[in-house]
């Protein structure tokens, strides 16, 4: 099936431990992006990446990290620097066009973080 | 920067009744998409809306788009309980220095009681 697998579903974490949370798309889109969800502030923007090996901040990088080593994959990591870690993480890709993003987003399933 | 408002934060109905969520743009945008977020889940695409003062209808729902391309507005008719959810408008920038920019509004909570 084609769609974007994000893991793990839920984990816990200690306060001052690093996570990595995984993302992989097989639509081969080129661009993907990291939101984060918290209740009633709907979408903030972590990370996007255009194209391979190339990545920016969105509005609120600080405390994460990406890499872009291949198409289909988009790993964050939530540093011990997150101050405030705990929130629902989904990641997304779309086909670019003209604008660096003119398509519909395709979201994956989420990953749920808890900081202990 | 950009901002994307969107209001009412929760809508609680009666099945039957009608929804409207409405989406102001602090900027002129582009176009504008529409996603559904189902209890748990994760957003999924319903529309996108490129024209000023389009209109688009998917069953009962029916999406705007204002004239000065800078709100939006999703009205349900007759809401049925598999209608729970939240909903969320994203406007991509027209310009400026958030251009090319997706912003999320803070959503809609609506629930449904059969």
């Given at each position: 099936d084609g769609g974007i697998t994000q893991s793990p579903k839920y984990l816990f974490r200690k306060e001052g431990q690093n996570v990595t949370l995984s993302c992989e798309q097989?639509?081969?889109?080129?661009a993907m992006y990291w939101y984060r969800q918290d209740p009633g502030q709907g979408l903030r923007l972590i990370y996007y990446s255009q194209i391979v090996n190339d990545f920016q901040k969105g509005d609120i990088a600080e405390g994460y990290s990406v890499s872009r080593e291949k198409k289909e994959s988009f790993p964050l990591t939530v540093t011990s620097a997150q101050k405030n870690p705990t929130a629902f993480y989904l990641c997304a890709s779309s086909e670019t066009g003209?604008?660096?993003?003119t398509g519909e987003l395709f979201f994956g399933e989420g990953s749920r973080l808890t900081v202990l | 920067g950009q901002q994307v408002m969107q209001i009412p934060q929760y809508q609680h109905v009666q099945e039957g009744e009608d929804f409207t969520t409405y989406c102001n743009s602090s900027t002129t945008l582009s176009n504008i998409q529409w996603y559904k977020q189902r209890p748990g889940g994760h957003p999924v695409f319903l529309i996108q809306l490129v024209k000023s003062g389009e209109v688009k209808k998917q069953k009962r729902l029916t999406f705007q788009f204002g004239e000065a391309k800078k709100n939006s507005s999703l009205h349900i008719t007759a809401t049925q309980t598999t209608d729970v959810g939240t909903y969320f408008c994203a406007g991509l920038n027209?310009?400026?220095?958030?251009?090319g920019k997706l912003t999320f509004g803070q959503g809609t909570i609506l629930t449904v009681h059969p």
């Open positions: 097989n639509l081969n889109h080129d003209a604008g660096w993003n | 027209a310009g400026g220095t958030s251009y």
